[in-house]
């Protein structure tokens, strides 16, 4: 093989490898035209609210209400007759009104709120909650946290 025909070779392999190391460079972030990847923040605790639901959640006996509604019947007892006619309505009284006190109770009506959430990473959460906030609606965009969720924007 004679000088010339080599040195031929040897440039044109020099070309090649020179033009396929240009090819197979990595993309720097200041090329022209590209811009970096945006961060991705994923929130776990996050969705978007698809159903909200009210319920009429109805009173339950706790006793609370006997005793107060007996406390206030004997007071007021206490205020008719005397002697043993004020004893008898002062007992009358306490019974009463812990009967009344009791009655009460269970006829109070409160609501809650069942909010169905689509979480951002597909799952389905189902709350329930004594409040939500006024502008809590269908299509809103919240944080479960603690059990509740709570308005995002």
């Known amino acids: ?64 209400g006997a005793v107060l509604g007996g406390i206030v019947g004997g007071v007021l007892g206490n205020q008719v007759g005397k002697g043993d006619g004020k004893k008898a309505a002062t007992v009358a009284g306490v019974v009463g009104g812990a009967v009344a006190g009791n009655a009460i109770e269970k006829r109070t009506v409160k609501h809650d709120y069942r909010i169905t959430v689509r979480m951002d990473d597909g799952r389905r959460v189902t709350v329930t909650q004594p409040t939500i906030s006024s502008n809590l609606r269908e299509g809103s965009v919240v944080r479960i946290d603690n059990g509740r969720a709570v308005l995002m924007r």
């Open 1 to 64: 093989m004679s000088t010339h025909n080599l040195r031929s070779r040897i440039l044109l392999a020099a070309v090649l490898a020179a033009t396929l190391g240009a090819c197979a460079s990595s993309p720097s972030s200041s090329s022209y035209g590209s811009s970096p990847a945006p961060a991705v923040n994923r929130c776990y605790e996050c969705g978007t609210v698809e159903r909200i639901e009210v319920l009429e959640v109805t009173g339950q006996s706790s006793g609370g």
